[in-house]
């Protein structure tokens, strides 16, 4: 017989054999320590503009700018609660600043640290506010997280990373969602026909 | 299918290697490429994507998507096949196919078992690649497009639908991916036009397991140039997937083996003779679809569907196996065939396939 027509091995222990919805949380586990190894970089994380520069004594105007960069993202992509409770309950007690815009005012966490890679490089570098949490509710307790909810491994007094250089492209932007429900309206147009119960979907 | 089927309390159906790659593997792939064909004198002509129903404001996005080659995930072709003679194309189920977690790990799992407690010859096989070959697919659509997290969606109040798309979580999980679900009916828009989930938190990447002829059908279809969300499947399977491609690909290559006669139902040559089965373009469930014979049509299904327009397809019957009717139905991973699935129905209109039964090669 020539080769196998099966898939070789499946890890049973991780596909689960029925479905459990999973309550939706913010993304976890540590994705960089995952298998894929192209296009890594050094990053390297500091809590402030002197962290850096007492790193990188040649690079003061490149750790003013990269910092400059990380915050304004942060104001752009951060977390956003309506309530300060919310806020605190994920981030820690004092963790915690109001903003207010247009759109009326929320609850963000304070940038606690930036990540930088290529600061030395001459084409450019990269740069991405970084969040960490005091609250022992919290999974992002003691790590560094990304504003989309990514978590580091590691506690944050780990200050370097490998990174897929996908970790600094920017997030789209959201400040509100303003609506919801626009998906789904042909759905019920078609299952009000008839009587069959809706639970086996819509696949072919 | 050597000739009978096997029965005994837990039925499965065998087939030989060379029927696997010959009957089976074999046209799956060549059917594929000539669907891709198709689709791509669709996408360059504004007369053929009218006539696919694809309503004009989105032919740019549909044109864009396929000159990228936006990534695909996988598709099932549901095939006609006796075990003798040439497989026969019924339809292709591009966009939104299910069965797949019966496929790609509950078939596997049996087949395992059943040859670990000597039920089953040692050597038997499957053709069953799936599993493999869904998570190698994330893993290489996650490195093109430099991805660590995908969002996935589907509709609520279908469970069935829920568990496809918690297999497809669990592969790209696999794949080293974090995967985050919204129902489709809760993805909000956001100020600056992008889609949002429940937390808010932008949606750029998403595997949806709904309709483009739904999507683009919706209120939110008009917010999908803005939006830039990179879907999978891609926008251009809704002309893949659409029953157009069956007269279509009969007129791009005439009488191939594995095509059935099909002509749209409004300029069709031939329909005095013979057996015709009629189906709506977008249909589900195969839903409203009749059989017309000697001029005459007679519904075999009801349903919601039909404004959208009709194809003609000849009639070929399922091959009937004790008292079932069998259809195969041949997965492709991105280009390449990955598996089968058996469903058997009781009548002769596929509208409710509703048992699965495994399959070994030996």
Avoid at chain 1, 75 to 82: H, L, Q, V, Y
Avoid at chain 1, 132 to 150: L, Q
Wanted: glycine residues 6%; contains cysteine; negative net charge.
């Amino acid at each position: 017989m020539s080769t196998q027509k099966r898939t070789k091995q499946i890890n049973l222990s991780r596909m689960r054999k029925s479905v459990a919805v999973k309550p939706l949380a913010v993304g976890v586990a540590g994705m960089f320590l995952s298998a894929c190894t192209d296009n890594r970089q050094q990053a390297d994380i500091y809590t402030s503009v002197e962290d850096c520069t007492s790193a990188n004594p040649d690079a003061t105007q490149e750790c003013q700018a990269a910092y400059q960069q990380a915050v304004e993202e942060a104001a752009r992509t951060s977390p956003k609660f309506s309530t300060v409770s919310d806020c605190e309950y994920e981030f820690g007690d004092n963790q915690c600043r109001q903003v207010s815009t247009d759109n009326g005012s929320f609850f963000m966490p304070f940038m606690a640290g930036y990540m930088v890679s290529q600061l030395l490089s001459p084409r450019s570098y990269y740069s991405q506010p970084l969040f960490t949490s005091s609250s022992r509710y919290s999974p992002f307790r003691s790590r560094w997280v990304t504003a989309d909810g990514h978590i580091f491994s590691g506690d944050v007094r780990k200050r370097n990373y490998r990174v897929n250089s996908s970790t600094f492209k920017p997030k789209p932007t959201v400040s509100r969602t303003i609506s919801r429900g626009g998906f789904g309206s042909s759905v019920r147009a078609k299952s009000a026909w008839g009587s069959r119960s809706r639970s086996s979907g819509w696949g072919g | 299918m050597y000739g009978e089927p096997y029965w005994d309390e837990s039925a499965y159906y065998q087939f030989s290697l060379e029927q696997i790659e010959q009957d089976i593997e074999a046209p799956t792939a060549e059917l594929h490429q000539m669907c891709l064909a198709a689709t791509e004198r669709v996408v360059n002509s504004d007369a053929l994507l009218a006539r696919f129903s694809i309503p004009a404001p989105y032919w740019g996005l549909i044109r864009t998507a396929f000159a990228r080659r936006e990534p695909s995930l996988y598709s099932r072709l549901d095939l006609v096949y006796d075990g003798k003679h040439p497989v026969k194309l019924l339809e292709n189920n591009a966009d939104t196919p299910t069965s797949l977690y019966e496929s790609g790990f509950w078939q596997w799992l049996w087949l395992e078992q059943n040859v670990d407690k000597g039920a089953l010859p040692r050597q038997s096989d499957q053709f069953n690649s799936l599993q493999e070959k869904l998570i190698h697919r994330f893993a290489d659509i996650a490195r093109q497009k430099h991805l660590t997290q995908m969002h996935f969606s589907c509709c609520k109040d279908t469970d069935e639908d829920r568990g496809t798309v918690q297999y497809l979580q669990d592969c790209a999980a696999e794949a080293g991916l974090d995967t985050d679900f919204v129902f489709i009916e809760d993805i909000g828009l956001a100020d600056t036009g992008v889609f949002t989930d429940l937390q808010d938190a932008p949606i750029t990447d998403c595997f949806k397991l709904y309709p483009w002829e739904f999507m683009l059908a919706d209120p939110y279809g008009e917010a999908l140039v803005e939006a830039d969300v990179d879907w999978i499947e891609p926008i251009w399977k809704a002309i893949i997937s659409n029953k157009a491609i069956l007269p279509l690909l009969w007129q791009m290559f005439p009488g191939h083996p594995n095509l059935l006669e099909a002509y749209f139902a409004n300029d069709c040559p031939a329909l005095s003779t013979g057996k015709w089965v009629k189906k709506p373009l977008f249909s589900r469930e195969g839903a409203n679809i009749s059989m017309i014979e000697d001029q005459q049509e007679k519904a075999l299904s009801d349903g919601p569907y039909g404004e959208e327009g009709f194809i003609v397809q000849a009639f070929h019957p399922l091959p009937r196996f004790e008292r079932n009717y069998t259809l195969i139905g041949s997965w492709l991973v991105d280009n390449l065939p990955a598996g089968i699935s058996v469903r058997e129905d009781s009548s002769l209109v596929t509208q409710d396939l509703s048992r699965y039964l495994p399959h070994i090669i030996l």
